[in-house]
């Protein structure tokens, strides 16, 4: 059993910066590859980013300013995010993927969620 919980959401203006943290429970948690995910009003909850060992992936949508990132001694995963924009606005999750191997993209896939994280983008 994995526990998740997401920190460092908030408001921001347009071209700022935000770093999130997802602290984990379990003495496993270097076992599973980490997600990110993200729900904007009235859409669905999509893929953000995903580390898997030293392995990371980001959807096109946020490659090149989104870090995603993980310290197992903290049983913590992060996602740093610069240049912001106001279509970043959405709830972040983190989520558990047992399977560490080849990368997967769907929220199905993934076993452990945390509650969410608010991330306001202003213009």
């Known amino acids: 059993q994995v526990q998740l919980v997401e920190s460092g959401g908030g408001l921001v203006q347009a071209g700022g910066s935000l770093r999130l943290s997802c602290a984990a429970s379990g003495r496993t948690f270097s076992n599973y590859a980490m997600g990110w995910f993200r729900q904007a009003p009235g859409k669905e909850r999509e893929f953000v980013a995903r580390i898997s060992g030293s392995e990371t992936y980001y959807s096109d949508s946020v490659k090149g300013r989104f870090t995603i990132s993980r310290d197992n001694a903290k049983n913590t995963v992060y996602l740093q995010m610069v240049t912001l924009k106001p279509e970043d606005t959405a709830v972040y999750y983190c989520?558990?993927?047992?399977?560490?191997?080849?990368?997967?993209?769907?929220?199905?896939?993934?076993?452990?969620w945390g509650q969410g994280t608010q991330v306001t983008v202003s213009s």
């Open positions: 989520a558990a993927d047992r399977y560490n191997g080849l990368p997967r993209f769907k929220e199905s896939q993934y076993e452990y």
